[in-house]
Structure formats: C-alpha cells, structure tokens
C-alpha cells in the first residue's frame, strides 16, 4: 500500500486479526488462490465494464462493496466520498450496513479522532481500529456502534491522481480483531478502482456542464464582442474570435490561461499555433486553412506543449458568421479535456493489471529459454514460480522439432533443482514424442496455455506415475515463447 498504515493502539496486545468468514481458524483463503483470485478479478472486471460504459457513481460503488463483501463473508463494506469543502464525508455506499445506523451517523466530520474514516481522512493514512469498544477514536459513536453489532473498522483514505483525498473505504466486522493478508489485498484494489470511478465521474460531470455552457452560448451569441463577455463569465471554457481577413485573433483570459500564456497577453495567430504540439501541429494547420477558405467547421482535439515541457489537451470548436460589417470572421471556444484524458488512461491501466502479471511470467519463461547457462537461473525462476503459485513442482521440457520429440531439461521438485542427469530422470525417460502428452500438441498450435485437470482420470502417459508418487493430480502447461514461436513448454503440478 502507498500509505503507511496507521494501528491504533487497540491493534496492538492478544487480539487476533479477525480473518473472514464465520471460522476464525480455519476461513482464511490466501490472495494467491486460484479460484479466489480469478472471482475477484472477475468482479473486477464487471466493475471495470460499469465505468467504461458511464453507469452512475452510485451503483458502482454499491458494486465494489457487494464484492467486497462477496469476497470476505463476513465484512460489511462502505465508502464514504468527501464533500466540496473537504470538511465532512457523507456515506455514497453501504448495501449490508442497516439504514438505521448510517442515518444516525450522518455526515462525518473529518478530524484527529473521529472513528476510523474521520481519522483516516484527517491523517491521510489508513486506520485500522480492532476494537471499537476499547478504542478512543470511537469515544463519540462506540455505543451506536456496538448497539448495531459493530466491533471492528478499518478504513483507508481514496486519493485522486493528484493526491487529494476523495473519500474512504472501510470494511467493518461484528468481531473485534486487525486485518489479514487478505483483507489488505483487497483494500488496495478497492480503493484504486474507487478512485478511478470517482474520478471519471467527476470529469465527465465537468464535462457535460461546459458542454452545456457552451450550447447555451453558440444558441444565444452571433456577434464576437457579446460571445466572448458571455463564455468569460459562464465557465472556465475559453473563447476567442479570429477574423479572416486580417488573420487577427483575438483571445478571452481563460483561452491565454489554457494556452500558458501570461494574464494580459493577446498571442498571433501564428504564435497560438506554434504553442500546438509538433505532432499535431501540421494537422491543425491544414484544418485550420481549409476552414479559413471555405468556412468549415471547425471540430477537433489537439494538445499543447507549454513553456515547462508539460502537455494539456484541448477540444476545439468554432465556427464561422460575419459581423456588423458584413467581414468573415470565427468564434469558437477552448475546453480544457487534460483531466479526462487522465482518468481515461487510468481506466486503461486498471484493465492492463491483471494482464500485465501475466507478461511479467511471459518474459521470465523467455529469459529461461534463451539463458546459455540456465541452472541458477532455472532454480531461482522455478523455485519463485512454484512457490507463487502455491504448487507442488514445476517443470521444463524444449522442444526437439527434427525429432519430433520434447526433450526434459530439469525441474523444481522437493525443495530442489533436477536436471536430465539424474538416475531417476532417466528411468522415466527424459525423451518423449510430442503425440505421446496430448496438451503439448494443443499448446503449440494455439500458443495459450492448457490444463490437465486430473492425471488419476484421464487417459495413461509417461511420467503419469512419476508424477502421482509424489502426490501431483493437476498440471498447468505453459508455452515458453522465443520471438513469438513455442521454443518448449513448462509443466506446473498442483497436489489439489
């Protein structure tokens, strides 16, 4: 996590961190487990698709919590968003939290000791309370709180990509105790994709008012002088008009500020469009020249490069009348769209997270394949593999295409490296055809990984008891790929 988390002192002494579902002992499900990891990431993606489509902030948040909850029986989720004036937080979504405890909890005031999500946007650091019976942060709402069967708050700050705090996710159980492995997990997932959502709203919000400002302004304005009075005062949308004759342009003080300009300037035309990024600058130019000829429309995106080497994106859109005198001229308006474009790549990054693991495993196979001298790396990437992926064993076998044949080159059994050179690898024979292990052949014509879901039922091959002496039902067949071709395979056992 980015913060450093907060314990209050309940946290500390015999209090077992409460682990979830209804047997403290025996429930807790680790982050790496397959099928948990796959639902999770699941529910993630559904939540991806809600923001990707611009369903409300609301429902999706009420989603992140079910997840949540979903994934951790036992915990009661919700996230609280900060209000304008960043002095209170108000409760956005709580599915399981009874209506009757966030109503008399109201609006939350951020402090130095109010509760946990109070405390945790005050600090700017998650706090985890363990015990809200005992604990001091919770002076002013314990016996609300224990009244409703609450015993335990952990809550953790939501930061916009500048670092502003948007609200809190906390999970609360009705069982005193810290947050595990798992819970952690969770809480740094949930607040990124809350962040995101929260902040793809709040752009898309800002985005629809200016839009709106603006119509109002192309339906009631002709004239250049009342069009630009009109936007400076409606919104921080910039407008300007240029006159074609004379190539004169003239700019409001949002426009000179959304170009860098300082406060008082009135830059050329041909000094604005020096300010357009060298990349787009030859596309707005004959845009630009084509509209003065035959007064287009003008309808686009570009961005700027600023004196301090940052870029912003802009939206463009004029378009061309005559004044009192009857000479051509264009009135358009400037937005801002920097901030959308931000929460849209990091929508885009959410999405790549998962993929991304899986390329990082990608590169590490291709370093494997193509390593001269492979032992010490081989024990250290099997060893690193086998043990992420909580398994039994891993494997690599090279494929021989002259002979047809997957040739054993070693593998990571028993806390240990194994190479062909060893007696009991040459009674199992080190050789075999690729026809003789069904998911190799399947492996290399598609170039995605498959599965033998249980050696003990399917049909017999060598290795088969090998593998099952040493308890091994299960094996995920990965293709280790050279330059986009399947240079072998690597075999990974599970006992489960």
Not at 93 to 104: I, K, N, Q, V
Not at 127 to 142: E, H, M
Not at 242 to 268: C, D, F, H, K, M
Not at 469 to 491: D, F, K, S, W
Request: negative net charge.
């Amino acid at each position: 996590m980015s913060a450093r988390v907060q314990e209050t002192e309940s946290d500390a002494g015999d209090v077992e961190p409460l682990r979830p579902g209804a047997k403290r002992e025996n429930d807790l499900r680790l982050v790496d487990d397959r099928e948990w990891t796959e639902a999770f990431l699941a529910g993630e993606r559904r939540i991806l698709e809600m923001i990707a489509k611009g369903d409300s902030l609301v429902p999706i948040l009420d989603a992140m919590c079910r997840l949540v909850e979903e994934m951790s029986s036992g915990s009661l989720a919700t996230i609280l968003l900060l209000d304008e004036e960043g002095k209170r937080l108000r409760h956005a979504a709580a599915p399981s939290l009874p209506a009757s405890y966030t109503e008399a909890m109201g609006d939350i005031p951020v402090g130095a000791s109010v509760g946990s999500c109070g405390t945790a946007a005050y600090r700017r650091e998650p706090v985890f309370v363990a015990d809200i019976a005992t604990d001091p942060l919770w002076a002013n709402y314990r016996d609300l709180s224990l009244a409703h069967g609450l015993r335990a708050s952990w809550s953790t700050p939501i930061f916009s990509s500048e670092g502003c705090v948007l609200g809190t996710f906390a999970i609360l159980s009705r069982a005193p105790g810290g947050p595990a492995a798992l819970h952690h997990h969770i809480i740094e997932q949930i607040t990124h994709l809350a962040a995101v959502a929260i902040e793809r709203e709040r752009t898309e919000s800002a985005l629809r008012q200016s839009e709106e400002r603006f119509r109002r302004m192309a339906g009631e304005l002709r004239r250049s002088e009342a069009y630009l009075a009109e936007a400076q005062e409606l919104s921080q949308t910039g407008s300007f008009c240029l006159r074609v004759a004379s190539r004169e342009l003239i700019s409001s003080a949002e426009t000179v500020r959304i170009g860098g300009w300082e406060a008082g300037t009135q830059p050329s035309l041909e000094q604005a469009l020096e300010r357009v990024h060298p990349d787009d600058r030859l596309r707005v130019q004959a845009m630009l020249e084509k509209a003065l000829q035959d007064g287009s429309l003008l309808d686009y995106e570009h961005r700027l490069l600023l004196p301090d080497g940052t870029a912003r994106h802009v939206h463009t859109v004029a378009r061309s009348m005559r004044d009192a005198s009857g000479e051509v001229e264009f009135v358009g308006a400037v937005m801002d769209i920097t901030e959308r474009k931000r929460a849209a790549e990091a929508l885009h990054a959410s999405e790549q997270l998962a993929r991304g693991q899986v390329e990082a495993l990608t590169h590490t196979l291709d370093a494997l394949a193509m390593e001269s001298t492979p032992d010490g790396l081989a024990e250290h990437v099997l060893r690193t593999i086998t043990e992420q992926l909580n398994a039994h064993s891993s494997s690599v076998w090279r494929r021989d295409d002259a002979r047809e044949r997957m040739v054993f080159e070693f593998a990571f059994e028993s806390g240990r490296l194994v190479t062909k050179s060893e007696t009991v690898i040459g009674a199992v024979n080190p050789s075999l055809p690729i026809k003789d292990i069904w998911p190799w052949s399947e492996v290399f014509r598609t170039g995605k990984p498959s599965v033998l879901e249980d050696i003990r039922k399917g049909p017999i091959f060598p290795w088969r008891d090998h593998l099952l002496a040493q308890g091994v039902i299960t094996i995920l067949v990965v293709p280790m790929l050279v330059a986009g071709q399947a240079a072998g395979v690597m075999g990974i056992g599970f006992t489960r």
